[in-house]
């Protein structure tokens, strides 16, 4: 698979939102993933109503299943998991949907594997808190729920430097919710001006050419990490609407507010040159409003990508400094370019 991968496109869809997770599955007791059907829905210890109620969903919440059971009242329910809740809900208070294209988050390291079962060879780990894309499940012979999953698409966006790719048992992942390793499904464009491709190798312009902070939501992504490991390039796939109507096409990353730029948000750096000058707004043409000496912490809140300005000049960081002013410097103060 690996082999087959690293020569070809590799589209990952991220979020439930994905086209994949959202073909309906059979029933509720054979997916492995599903939204909340109600409008208020009560997580128990165990797989009555008479158990300890430990956690509230609402409607259109999301959750993994990680089995089910006919209680002795003849009831189905489901043990389901979300962020760190686990416990067990009724089988017809979830709406069922397949796995394949959900971005998950290991709970524990946890072991991939050669197939779907304990007894197969591991072949790596994926870290506790890491991500994982999933591309296929199963419910194995013995009624496990296990994935096949891998870290390629995102290499380049969490700065994983080991790769995986294999099986995973569905007991040891969650839905992602670490800041830290997800993508947002809806998020809004970082760059002075964003052309939309309809291919991945931005060769083939569609005409639409969208505004800073433009709404969008990824719908997939491309990348060529494998094949090309020291200089990846990374593109996604985005939905938006025009005049009341959607419209999709493809990206540069750098164009669109993912962690990539959203990781530092709320965190200090440390200014890298002599004399950094703070403008009112992200470009050289905008006044000086203060001076920061080298040596001073600031606190990032927003970025700005010029994709005219070359060789590492187009990001600007929106930052707050410690008497409470706040304004645009280039990204280059915090590397002493």
């Keep these: 698979m690996k082999k087959l991968l690293s020569a070809v496109l590799l589209f990952s869809a991220i979020g439930s939102v994905s086209a ?58 489901l043990r389901v998991r979300s962020n760190d809740d686990t416990g067990w809900i009724q089988e017809d208070q979830l709406r069922p949907y397949g796995a394949e294209g959900l971005h998950l988050s290991a709970v524990k390291d946890a072991a991939v594997r050669r197939g779907a079962e304990d007894s197969y060879t591991q072949t790596d780990t994926v870290q506790k808190s890491k991500g994982a894309d999933v591309y296929a499940s199963i419910i194995n012979s013995k009624g496990e729920r296990w994935v096949k999953a891998n870290n390629w698409a995102l290499l380049s966006e969490i700065w994983e430097p080991v790769l995986f790719d294999g099986w995973v048992n569905l007991e040891d992942l969650t839905i992602l919710t670490s800041p830290e390793e997800r993508l947002s499904v809806s998020t809004v464009t970082a760059a002075k001006s964003t052309p939309v491709f309809s291919d991945s190798q931005l060769k083939n312009a569609s005409g639409d050419v969208l505004t800073y902070k433009y709404p969008v939501s990824i719908a997939g992504v491309f990348t060529d990490a494998i094949s090309n490991p020291d200089n990846p390039q990374v593109r996604y796939k985005i939905k938006y609407q025009v005049k009341s109507r959607q419209h999709e096409g493809w990206v540069d990353r750098r164009y669109i507010d993912t962690y990539k730029y959203q990781g530092l948000y709320g965190k200090m750096r440390e200014v890298q040159v002599l004399n950094a000058e703070v403008r009112r707004g992200a470009g050289e043409n905008y006044k000086v409003t203060a001076k920061l000496k080298k040596g001073t912490i600031v606190t990032i809140h927003d970025t700005y990508f010029d994709p005219f300005q070359k060789d590492g000049f187009g990001t600007w960081r929106m930052i707050k400094f410690p008497n409470g002013q706040s304004g645009w410097v280039n990204d280059t103060v915090f590397t002493g370019v």
């Design 20 to 77: 994949a997770a959202d073909a309906q599955a059979a029933s509720a007791n054979e997916t492995l993933f599903g939204r909340m059907n109600e409008k208020e829905v009560l997580l128990h210890r165990g797989a009555t109503a008479d158990y300890r109620v430990t956690h509230k969903f609402k409607f259109n919440d999301e959750v993994l299943v990680l089995g089910s059971i006919r209680n002795n009242q003849g009831e189905e329910w």
